[in-house]
């Protein structure tokens, strides 16, 4: 029996290195890439380490990454765009997500049905009338605009998700509240709100994330270099090709991405109930 | 009442047999003439001189294209006796192309004679069920092949009814022999005397049988009338095919390796080069590619999507008829011979499957609506009522709110979807003319435009639903739809076996490094997905990529080399795309899977260990039934999430992508594709939508999220 388990044992630590591997591989090849000071352009040569070790390029992704704008830009443009679109999100969410999670009323089930439906809708289904909207309204190619089409993308998935986190709050409270003298909105404000606020930040937290890691469709919002965000820069150095050495590339994906990764870490078992909205508790 | 109730079912059957008469009358008069047409024809030619000259011994000797049964050609030939008497038509290899000089009154009668056969057979069907009926009355694939001088009618037509009356023998005497069972052997005999390909039907009613015998027991009667159908279907085709009498064996061996050679060897076939999931590209489009004269519209895609939403109801339902619809794809998907006239065998439980899809999904989910409606009780109306109130400081806001920025904009895609609005226009549509346009055309002021597509005029027209054709026409024909699908089935099972494999593999008692292995894991998940797809470009992009230098550095003999130039075979691209795909997902499904074992009691794994099960019966009968329905949520939306998947195919601009990758390209007014098609793209969202509205009702079913109790 033991030395099956053994046996055992060896298989499944097999089985999980060659899925790590699987996992690491293209990891690898991109910090590979991140670390090469000796790369002029794109790489000519297979190499599974970098040929010379160097901290080079990502110094150089903090100086200027993309079409001499200052990193500092790039990562301001990021953070307002997301922060933004984030808040906005919350803002613009709140009081239809509370009145979601607090009251039955007619047509509420077939609300639920729609909004759950506009939170799985891809964001290119927005992107089309919002791109000419905001061309109306010319703002376009503002970081406002910016902020608006990314708060559009997260404020279903917003609603859902901070109805979840009012639904938390034990009704209770809230008529202990009532029965004391407190008014709607004061109740929501000093009782509701600040229970369900770690719940609140995380569905800000996902609004941030989805903003951040966006790049294609704001690229149709963007005329000019000064409002380009992180991810943009990204996706404007691939397509440019080989102007640049590939160093610069993988430098800015790994800065850009290290955030994002410790965020997920950290926050692993919340964000996945969240994105499977809520379907996994019974 | 029970009269009037019959009457109307008869005359709904007649009607749905007036509209395949239609679409079927238009096929028949218009459809060029094709492959294989001059064959059947000599063939029948061959029988009606043998009737002629009175020499009946000549059955016995005469089959032209012997791969093939007589029976159907005895048919065809039967109906030309009315005809005046023309030249034989001359003998030609397979691989000819379609011989245009055909004497017209012959082929014109066959072809009726077919067509006749395939509006008994759409009627027949509708006696199951109406909408099924007119589902098979508008099935392009099927019109085309029941039209022509093909042997596809008859077949059709006696599988359909041998099926047909084996379930009316089901329902009524179960254990006896009667007229139903005796009916169907005969059946059984003309469908395999007509075509061999078309005696899938009996597979399935044997599997059917089996089922039953197997839940019920009484092997020994079963096997009785299994004996008795058999026998009698199988004398039934011997007596309708006087080819075999002369050397049965022989004769039947002959045809049985030509079809193995044909499959391997004939060049028609090689130079087709259809892949192995070909079937279901003729599934998801329709004839109309070759000549959309010759049909009023067609619907094949959407009735392919719905019988794969409806094959679940349809089991519960029609089990046989479930069970030749999956024996028939299967059957196709590995038979090497890919025709598209062979979806005339399952064309008839393919509309049944997916009548009941469109019951699953529309009809079923109203009727429950308005009865949910009628049976609410007063007090939980006078409740709602008041909170209601209660509920409406919070409401305004937040309608306002979510109208401006989420419904607006999709009203506004609807709107442009209706019009022509492109890069072009965008002047015009800016002031405001796409409202005028649609408002205008709604109410009928303004005449439907006819514009060509890519739309390139400098104002707004409105095209209303006409526009969708054209887009419907491209999705088929470039196969995104199909694709699209293909992709979401294929990287969703994919990532579940995986994340699912993992997961347990992690859960066993005493793994080491368990938390630094799935530590590792979430990567690919915590990683944003666009910077994942450029991961995997730089690995596999040709000239540039790792496995490129890789092989200019050591050679063709690495491993993995057999990846390269994968860029030049869509399989091989779908196999790359589903690696990086994969690598994306399967940590979610991990992470779902890991959340789910976790919930689960201890108790029953114990119980499980003391009565002595091993590790495959603890996972099959104790582990996947607690688990699954903690699965399938996350597994829908994977699907989801695959089905929108945009990154990935943007990054390896190959193919045509996902709905959302085209939509984006259309959109996009600076781009390389035919870019700045505003409206298409609308067109290709509002598809999307209606696509992503089952999702979120199987979702809805599977996760009770719309009840409001969610996780605390």
Redo the contacts between chains.
Sequence with gaps: MRKY?WV??IL??L??II??I??????W??LR?AFDGSLLS?????RFFPKVFSLGPLFSVLDRPYQSVHFATLLKNSLVVSLGAALLALV?????????A?????G??PG??IL???A??????????????L??LQIRTSLLGLT?VY??FA??FC?WNMR?AF??VPRELEEAAFLDGAG?LSTFRYVTLPLALPSIAIAALISF?MA??????GW?FVDKAQTVTL?MA??AM?QSGNAQPWSILGSL?VI??IP??V???IF??TL??R???????? | MKKLRIFGFLFVVILVMGVAGATRWKAVTTLNIDYDEDDYLRAAQQYTAIIRSGKLSGFLETNYRPEHPSFAKIVLGISLLSDPEKPLTPDHPTSAGPNQYLARDLLRTDRVTNAIFGIITAGLLALVNPLAGLLLAVHAWTIKYVSQIMLEAIPAFASLLCVFSYVLWKKKQQTRISGWLVTSAIFLGITAASKYLYGIVGIAILVDWWIDAAKAGGWKRTFRNILFWGLLGAAIFFLLNPYLWPDPVGRLNESILYHSAYAQGASEVENAQFPIWQQFVWLSTSPLMWQADAFYFSIDPIIAILAALGLVTTWQKHRVYALWLIIALFFLLIWPTKWPQYLVTLSAPLCLSASEGINTILIAPIRNWILRIKGRKNTKVA??KS??R??L???I???I??AI??????F??LA?SLTDFNSVS?KD??NGGIWREVWGGITGQIEVAAQNFPYRSKEVHYLGLSNFKPVFDYLSEQMVLFINILWTVLSVALQTL?GL??AL??W?R????KRA?Q??????????????A???V??FAPE?G?LS??A???GGGMPFSFLLGWENSPSMWLAILLI?GV?YGFP?MM??AT??LKMMPKESFDAAQIDGANALQTFKYITWPLLY??LI??II?RG?FAF?Q??LF??FQIGTGTL?TL??NF???SGFFINGQ?AV??VI?II??VI??G??IL??R??K??Q?V???
């Design positions: 388990l055992r044992q499944s630590q089985f999980l899925v790590g699987y996992v690491i591989l293209p990891i090849g991109m890439l794109r790489p000519t040569e297979f613009l969410g709140a009081s239809l997500a509370y009145a979601f607090r009251f039955h009323f007619p509420r089930k639920l049905f759950l439906l506009t799985v809708i891809p964001p290119i289904a927005f992107a089309t009338p919002l791109y000419i909207v061309s109306i608006i708060a559009v404020i279903p609603i979840a639904q938390s709607y994330l951040y890691s966006e790049f294609a469709i149709l991810s990204i996706y691939v994906v850009m991405s994002v990764i965020i997920f870490a692993q078992r996945l109930e994105m499977l909205f809520g379907a996994l508790d019974s | 409740r709602q909170e209601f209660q509920a400081p919070w409401l806001p937040g309608l709110s979510f920025f989420t419904l607006v904009p999709l506004y895609q442009v965008i549509g800016l995986l494999i993992t593999i992690l066993q005493g793994v080491k490094l292995w530590s590792l894991f979430i990567l690919p998940w915590a990683i944003p997905e666009m910077i994942g450029l991961m995997w730089n690995i540039i790792w230098l890789a200019q550095k050591y990086s690598w979610f992470l779902a959340a789910g329905p903690l949520p996350a939306i989801i929108n945009f990154y943007q990054a959302a939509s984006y959109f996009n007014p505003f793209s609308a969202n999307t939508v992503l509205i999702f979120v979702f809805n599977w996760s999220a719309d409001g969610t996780y605390a």
